[in-house]
């Protein structure tokens, strides 16, 4: 029986994709892509010529049913993000719940993800963390804030470098200005950058330097 693979795809530098991955997109009947045109980029480069769906936060109610028949009726099909792993801060975890529901087996192959990455090189415990994607831009935003002031794991957040410094702001505003974090930007990327420091430190730091690109926070648990 056909099967759902969710497949990693490089966060920026497009060698940091696994021979198994590349094996997985030329051979299935169906990608399905969160950006068609981000997609083609990845895919040209690569020579895989396997057709593409659109499938995206915006659709995936509606198409998820008519996916998971195609599955059924023998055309394997194979999800991708823009970036990364699938379903972590990016569509995904509806089409693998439906999948399952309806007995379609689903597999997940390792890859390119910009947590951990940001994580190991930040310098903060890792041994212990907890990953809180995006924090909601306007409502129910201070209420997480606030359900974080006591959590003793490293946190990951990530971050559009428009909203950078309020975030930082905002953090330090609940956890104190001296909590130790880190900034990574443009991972794997040409221009990639680490910077570390205070919270208040680094708020300081991107309002002088105006930011650019994907950003992933992390901050030191409470102590």
């Not at 997940?108 to 924090?135: D, H, I, M, Q």
């Not at 680490?194 to 991107?206: D, I, K, P, Y």
Request: proline share 6%; with cysteine.
């Amino acid at each position: 029986m056909s099967k759902l693979f969710l497949v990693p795809t490089p966060i920026g530098n497009l060698k940091d994709i696994t021979f198994r991955a590349i094996e997985v997109l030329g051979s299935v009947g169906l990608i399905l892509a969160e950006d068609t045109r981000q997609a083609a980029k990845l895919l040209n480069h690569y020579k895989i010529s396997t057709p593409v769906q659109s499938h995206h936060m915006f659709n995936e109610h509606r198409t998820s049913e008519a996916i998971c028949a195609r599955i059924l009726s023998g055309t394997a099909t194979a999800l991708i993000s823009d970036a990364g792993t699938p379903g972590i801060s990016d569509p995904g975890f509806l089409l693998v719940r439906t999948c399952l529901e309806k007995g379609i087996e689903v597999e997940t192959l390792p890859g390119a993800s910009a947590l951990l990455p940001a994580l190991v090189n930040s310098g903060l415990p890792c041994e212990r963390f907890c990953f809180e994607g995006f924090l909601p831009p306007k409502k129910g935003r201070n209420k997480r804030i606030t359900s974080l002031a006591d959590e003793a794991r490293t946190m990951i957040f990530y971050e559009s470098p428009y909203r950078l410094v309020r975030t930082l702001e905002d953090l330090a505003a609940c956890f104190g200005p001296g909590r130790e974090a880190s900034v990574s930007r443009e991972l794997t990327k040409i221009y990639e950058e680490t910077v570390r420091g205070t919270l208040e430190s680094l708020a300081g730091h991107f309002k002088d330097h105006t930011p650019k690109g994907e950003i992933v926070i992390i901050v030191a648990g409470k102590k």
